[in-house]
């Protein structure tokens, strides 16, 4: 879609700086959005494994101070 987005730009407006400044504009975005999706994924993952560690270690500091 940024690719048909960026050629209409380019065919309608003609080549010119700011009609080839917008067409790169639109066929950067995709890459932005899958860099900050798997950015996000990383960070998410690390939070995940971080709250769980947490509460394993909770859960047996709590075992060990019922004697069970």
Not at 3 to 18: I, N
Not at 46 to 51: E, H, N, P, Q, Y
Request: net charge positive; glycine share 6%.
């Amino acid at each position: 879609m940024a690719l048909a987005l960026a050629g209409w730009v380019l065919f309608s407006y003609g080549v010119s700086l700011v009609s080839l400044l917008v067409a790169l504009l639109l066929l950067a975005c995709p890459v932005f959005v899958v860099w900050l999706s798997l950015r996000l994924a990383q960070q998410v993952d690390r939070d995940v494994k971080a709250a769980s560690r947490e509460e394993l270690d909770r859960r047996s500091q709590s075992k060990r101070g019922n004697g069970t």
